[in-house]
């Protein structure tokens, strides 16, 4: 009895330091194509697919989604949007970028497709690896990405012309760039109470000063009422 154990453990040892040394001849031959352009077989992608889905759904459970029908919530997040998600995800009425053909995994147009709040929180706080997909729960806190979340929500049905009105009218994105910054042009003519409700009182009109003379933008925010009982780490 103890000899039939034995010699099963053995053989398990075996095939197990077998298959670690092909795993490794693999790994170090370069045979694999790690080029985006050259696209997973049937069974590997529906294989990570699986991973993906089931990964983001367990996360998901436990995030708890706070009131999205805010209308200055909706609007702020079309700012962010605008600024930071078009190129990979496009906009109402636009076809493609020069980006996302060549992203693999391609990027879902959200103009179109509608993801649950909980699992969009989710994603655009921590990014999926090995995609394009970044974490921006690096760059911002969780009221401004549940303001993606809201506006992520009334995308698909927005036409061209709504979508870019939303856009012209939305609190500008304060974590942009300087050469985006001109955009805020219009902040003094915005009602006072919309910019109270957004990110970037930053004690004057932005239009009022020049664009090189801005302060760093503030990174935190103020987060809506309703926002502020999930406002914690998931
Ligand atoms: C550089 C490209 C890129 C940018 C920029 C980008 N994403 Fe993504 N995003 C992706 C890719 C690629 C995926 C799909 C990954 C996958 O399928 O594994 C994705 C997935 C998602 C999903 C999940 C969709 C689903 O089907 O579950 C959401 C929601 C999302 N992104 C929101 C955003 C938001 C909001 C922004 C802007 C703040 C943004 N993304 C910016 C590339 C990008």
């Not at 009105?165 to 304060?174: E, L, T």
């Not at 103020?222 to 502020?228: G, L, M």
Request: proline residues 9%; charged residues 20%.
């Amino acid at each position: 009895m103890m000899q039939a154990i034995r010699r099963v453990v053995i053989t398990i040892v075996i095939l197990g330091a077998i298959g670690a040394v092909g795993i490794g001849a693999f790994v170090y031959s370069g045979i694999y194509n790690i080029g985006a352009d050259d696209h997973h077989t049937r069974p590997v992608f529906a294989l990570l697919q699986t991973l993906r889905e089931r990964s983001i759904t367990v996360r998901a459970r436990h995030v708890q989604v706070p009131d999205l029908e805010d209308p200055a919530l909706i609007l702020k997040g079309a700012g962010q949007y605008a600024a930071m998600c078009t190129q990979c995800h496009l906009t109402p009425g636009m076809k493609d970028s020069e980006i996302r053909p060549g992203l693999y995994p391609q990027p879902p147009n959200l103009a179109r497709l509608r993801v649950a709040p909980g699992e969009a929180f989710w994603v655009i706080k921590h990014g999926i690896k090995m995609s394009a997909m970044p974490a921006w729960g690096g760059s911002h806190d969780d009221a401004t990405i549940w303001s993606m979340v809201a506006f992520l929500q009334k995308l698909p049905d927005l036409s061209p012309k709504q979508y870019k009105d939303m856009v012209a009218k939305a609190p500008p994105d304060d974590d942009m760039d300087m050469s985006e910054m001109d955009r805020d042009g219009k902040a003094a003519d915005r009602p006072a109470e919309q910019r109270a409700g957004s990110a970037v009182d930053q004690g004057g009109d932005a239009g009022d000063v020049p664009a090189m003379a801005m302060p760093a933008a503030p990174t935190s925010v103020a987060p809506p009422p309703a926002v502020k009982a999930s406002h914690r780490r998931h």
